[in-house]
């Protein structure tokens, strides 16, 4: 089935742009690599375990549109950095165990000429890693800052090029351990171009955590060893892109109607574990809602503006048009003799009820 929405048929075949793009993602190296790479480190252990046991992928979706914009706009962002600001960019780099492509590196002026410094020259080495966010996700970063798995990729870009992990490249020695004093972090919305920006010294105790976690992966002898760490279908973005959802959560096992996180509730342990966590929750949630409602009271007269470190907008408020008085409707057909059409009911939503047993004195 085509992807194009071709608008006048004139008998002429049209490429199919998606189909295209699809076949030429999955042919990248990045897509074929079998070592473990450092973006996989630190997101979820089974799924680089997938990764490093060359399982196949058992979901290869062909609606990976946004993803595919991102990797187009991607490659903009690093011609930029390297024609405008001389960044030396996609350098591949390994240790024989972990393989990465650093998004730009700035190694210090005097790298090669260390007589050539002037007050002006640039001591530091700094690599930095690219990524393209939806408008939702940059939101999440400008709250909450970047994630472990970003801080974990980026630090280890910076181990391999101070341990002399550096591949193939025609500008800088290869092979060679290389000063690496800051690791960047630059994020770019997909839909406005929005830039966010994120920086820091090099830390070793966060390459000591990273390179930790890789090891488990490696040490395991199959992915089923590991656990998930992410909460699944339908509550992570991350698992519903996966590309081993399906081996990972059995979907072909399960029937329609059983959401996948089913299979961790496996015997009567698991279960009282979620009554708890669902009962510790439910409380939580039922205070934080009266607080926020008693806050929206609170601010219903307030002005938009900024207040400290808050910015308050109001948006809505518009007169709605009329609409269809579905019980009015019912009365005229009544009132003319009119049977009233009915479609199949199905079945109402099943509700849960989680209440504490009350402990025995």
């Known amino acids: 089935m085509p992807t194009d929405n071709i608008t006048e048929n004139l008998g002429i075949p049209v490429p199919d742009l ?12 990045r897509s074929r690599q079998r070592l473990l790479g450092p973006s996989s480190i630190g997101l979820c252990r089974r799924r680089a375990a997938y990764e490093v046991h060359g399982t196949w992928p058992t979901d290869l979706a062909d609606n990976m549109h946004a993803a ?21 960019t996609e350098l591949e780099l390994t240790d024989g165990v972990i393989l990465g492509h650093a998004d730009a590196y ?42 472990r ?10 181990h391999l090029l101070r341990t002399g ?15 690496v004093d800051v690791v960047r972090l630059r994020y770019v919305g997909r839909e406005y171009g929005q830039v966010v920006v994120h ?9 000591k955590q990273a390179l930790a976690w890789a090891e488990d992966i490696l040490a395991s002898p199959e992915p089923e060893a590991m656990p998930r760490d992410l909460d699944g279908p339908g509550l992570s973005i991350i698992c519903d892109n996966c590309p081993f959802k399906t081996a990972c959560w059995n979907l072909g096992q399960l029937p329609d109607d059983r959401a996948p996180q089913t299979i961790l509730a496996e015997d009567t342990a698991a279960v009282t574990e979620a009554l708890r966590a669902y009962a510790d929750a439910a409380e939580v949630e039922s205070a934080s809602k009266k607080r926020k409602a008693k806050a929206r009271k609170m601010l219903d007269a307030a002005d938009a503006g900024t207040y400290g470190a808050f910015k308050l907008s109001w948006s809505g ?19 003319l003799s009119i049977g009233i059409p009915m479609r199949p009911g199905g079945r109402t939503s099943r509700t849960i009820g989680v209440s504490r047993v009350p402990e025995a004195n």
């Open 18 to 29: 998606w189909k295209g793009a699809h076949r030429d993602d999955r042919a990248r190296p």
């Open 149 to 158: 798995a970003e801080w974990f990729q980026v630090h280890l870009y910076a």
């Open 106 to 147: 700035w190694a210090p002026d005097h790298l090669h000429d260390p007589a050539a410094r002037t007050p002006q020259t640039r001591d530091l080495g700094v690599v930095e890693d690219v990524k393209t966010k939806s408008t939702r996700a940059l939101d999440v970063v400008v709250r909450q800052g970047p994630s």
């Open 199 to 207: 920086q820091r010294p090099y830390d070793e105790d966060v390459t």
């Open 68 to 88: 595919i914009l991102g990797t187009w706009l991607h490659e903009g962002i690093l011609r930029v950095l390297r024609e405008q600001y001389g960044a030396c």
């Open 317 to 335: 408020g518009n007169p709605r048009p009329p609409e269809p008085d579905p019980d009015a409707m019912i009365r005229v057909l009544e009132g």
């Open 165 to 179: 992990g550096l591949r193939d490249h025609p500008g800088l020695p290869t092979g060679e351990p290389l000063p």
